[in-house]
């Protein structure tokens, strides 16, 4: 159990750690925060627009469209911009609460992992690396990829997950494996 709880715990640090630094300096998440001269005006277009917080499509249909109307929308907007637009009345910077709810779910994520790899007895130091390397992939081809693929995301807004997928959870899978396949004194 103290192999799990220090492995859980130095995991997640190790996975957070990386999260933050490749956020903050080392750059690779640049592609998905694009900057525009104009983001004054479509802000300002924005908070006159009365949306509630939340993330909009558009173009989209009304809520209770038939099929038949959603298809025709897309048919008379093919090839013509479109948007998804993640709104918030407020912008709060407070890092606080997101950071502990960051570190909170790797730690949930480094604990899964760890009960997942060690079903069935303890695998070795590469089965341990390679896990962790698959768990990472398993989340990115599940969200960015997948985001990418349905609704054409160009690949600069998601590569540094990609990078994320590998380094974290790859360097996780260092310290797990060396750290679970030792002797216990």
Known sequence: M????????????????????????VGIHSGEEKYTPAQDQILSTLATSNLEDGMYMLPTSKPGATMDELQNLMKQNEG?????????????????????????????????????????????????????????????????????NWYNVPWSAIQGHLVDSIVAWGLCGLWLGWWLRRPVN
Request: avoid cysteine; aromatic fraction near 16%; proline fraction near 4%.
């Open 2 to 25: 103290k192999k799990w709880i220090i492995g859980s715990l130095v995991g997640a640090i190790i996975v957070f750690a990386w999260q933050a630094a490749s956020w903050m300096f």
């Open 80 to 148: 013509k911009p479109w948007a998804w637009i993640l709104y918030s009345n407020k912008m709060n910077i407070g890092m606080t609460g997101p950071m502990i709810i960051g570190f909170v779910v790797d730690l949930i994520l480094v604990v899964l992992l760890i009960s997942i790899l060690v079903r069935g007895g303890l695998p070795s130091f590469i089965g341990i690396f390679t896990g962790a390397i698959s768990v990472g992939l398993f989340t990115f081809l599940w969200g960015p990829y997948m985001e990418r």
